[in-house]
Antibody, heavy 125, light 103 residues
Framework: EVQLVESGGGLVQPGGSLRLSCAASGFTFSDHYMDWVRQAPGKGLEWVGRTRNKANSYTTEYAASVKGRFTISRDDSKNSLYLQMNSLKTEDTAVYYC????????????????WGQGTLVTVSS | EIVLTQSPATLSLSPGERATLSCRASQSVSSYLAWYQQKPGQAPRLLIYDASNRATGIPARFSGSGSGTDFTLTISSLEPEDFAVYYCQQRDTFGQGTRLEIK
């Protein structure tokens, strides 16, 4: 059974830092691109960023809203995904989900097929 | 950057009725579009990929159609557990969601 379990959320002051973790199990973690998606209270889903797999040099991409402040990394030996968040702003308050990308269909396009339960980050003074 | 616009924002229907949700892309995305369901306090769940293919375990009452810029998610006969928020998604972009509520 595929499982993704986030941890590390909490209350942090504006300008502060926080590191989220996502522990994966039930699949070959190293094969997959992994993403972070967030959801502000009462709002919709916003993609934060992704890390590709080793075959694609672990390259990363970020949403414009977090680029330069957030860093995604992974440790395939620990089946873990991380999100380092620096210079946090009040607008970063959200539930943060890790999500697995997997290829589907005749064209092999990637979709988010498994999600964790999320961890809440609150940025407030 | 592609923008996805969902309509309506809220849809009020009764169990047993047919639901039709719309997602419009600002430029053609071919059939590269997914639909997700999210219930309160839960993570999103993949329903439909490549515009019209049901994900594993998704009931047949859910169907997707469309290509290019206009897409539709149809729920043929609403069950009580179907009342939730639905999002369309194309790569790194999500629509703003449609809330399906009980009338």
């Amino acid at each position: 059974e595929v499982q993704l379990v986030e941890s590390g959320g909490g209350l942090v002051q504006p300008g502060g830092s926080l590191r989220l973790s996502c522990a994966a199990s039930g699949f070959t973690f190293s094969d997959h691109y992994m993403d972070w998606v967030r959801q502000a209270p009462g709002k919709g889903l916003e993609w934060v960023g992704r890390t590709r797999n080793k075959a694609n040099s672990y390259t990363t991409e970020y949403a414009a809203s977090v680029k330069g402040r957030f860093t995604i990394s992974r440790d395939d030996s620990k089946n873990s995904l991380y999100l380092q968040m620096n210079s946090l702003k009040t607008e970063d308050t959200a539930v943060y989900y890790c999500a697995r990308e997997a290829s589907y269909g005749d064209y092999g396009r990637d979709y988010f097929d498994y999600w964790g339960q999320g961890t809440l980050v609150t940025v407030s003074s | 950057e592609i923008v996805l616009t969902q309509s309506p924002a809220t849809l009020s229907l009764s169990p047993g009725e047919r639901a039709t949700l719309s997602c419009r892309a600002s430029q053609s995305v071919s059939s590269y579009l997914a639909w997700y369901q999210q219930k309160p306090g839960q993570a999103p769940r993949l329903l439909i990929y490549d515009a019209s293919n049901r994900a594993t375990g998704i009931p047949a009452r859910f169907s997707g159609s469309g290509s290019g810029t206009d897409f539709t998610l149809t729920i043929s006969s609403l069950e009580p557990e179907d009342f939730a928020v639905y999002y369309c998604q194309q790569r790194d972009t999500f629509g703003q969601g449609t809330r399906l509520e009980i009338k």
